[in-house]
């Protein structure tokens, strides 16, 4: 199985909701990512997870907020997003060997609105 | 701020011709070249990657020629078709995977 999961594909919330991007992958990787796409842009990093620990943060602002129940499982919870937040939320995963040179695997996306 | 430079932004190819992205990095310590291919409305998918101790990596139509002394990798696409039409982005990592700007290959029928 080489399929990074994303749920849900597409996500329509208000300024005030509180919401949660969901990612699973069983390739026994150990580092896993959140990126966000902006159309006709590339993917900019959001948030490394190795091993399930934190090891990168991009500055990102505090609305956005990752976790990693486990080795396969990455959420995003998201809270009082502005309408500049609406993207494509992107989950990655790759060996977790060398986290930034390892091949990594991409999810098909959460496309997010926010209104 | 390490960049990786990717031209042309946008490529318009018949079918049957060859398809060329180049892609230009700074840090000579980057050791992983991925290219990847991203289709409307899904997640960028691997297509092909080259290590700087090899000059070219064939797959099928896909070619990459890597130039370590000018510090440039480039995408072939031969034979290209209407259903290579997406983005591609070239990436190297540099303290995380810095992707190109991208470009959007259209090939007409």
């Known amino acids: 199985d080489t399929e990074v999961t994303q749920t849900p594909k597409h996500l329509v919330m208000g300024m005030t909701n509180k919401k949660s991007l969901k990612c699973e992958q069983h390739?026994?990787?150990?580092?896993m990512y959140w990126y966000k796409q902006k159309a006709k842009k590339p993917p900019e990093l959001m948030f490394v997870?190795?091993?399930?620990?934190?090891?990168i943060n991009e500055s990102v602002p505090s609305r956005f907020s990752p976790e990693c129940p486990n080795s396969s499982l990455l959420n995003l919870h998201l809270h009082a997003l502005q309408p500049e937040d609406s993207a494509l939320y992107l989950c990655?995963?790759?060996?977790?060997?060398?986290?930034?040179?390892?091949?990594?695997?991409f999810g098909p996306g959460t496309r997010l609105t926010v209104l | 701020q390490q960049q990786v430079k990717q031209s042309p932004q946008s490529l318009i190819v018949q079918k049957g011709g060859i398809s060329i992205i180049n892609c230009a990095y700074e840090?000579?310590?980057?050791?992983?070249f991925p290219w990847y291919q991203q289709f409307p409305g899904k997640g960028p998918a691997l297509l092909i990657a080259?290590?700087?101790?090899?000059s070219e990596k064939k797959e099928g139509r896909f070619t990459i020629s890597f130039n370590k002394s000018a510090k440039q990798f480039s995408l072939h696409i031969m034979d290209s078709q209407p259903g290579d039409s997406a983005t591609y982005f070239c990436?190297?990592?540099?303290?995380?995977?810095?992707f190109g700007q991208g470009t959007e290959l259209s090939v007409k029928p």
């Open positions: 990655a995963s790759s060996a977790g060997t060398r986290p930034i040179s390892d091949e990594q695997f």
């Open positions: 997870y190795s091993y399930e620990k934190l090891s």
């Open positions: 390739m026994g990787h150990r580092a």
């Open positions: 990436a190297a990592p540099g303290g995380k995977l810095i």
């Open positions: 080259i290590r700087p101790d090899v």
């Open positions: 840090n000579t310590a980057f050791d992983y």
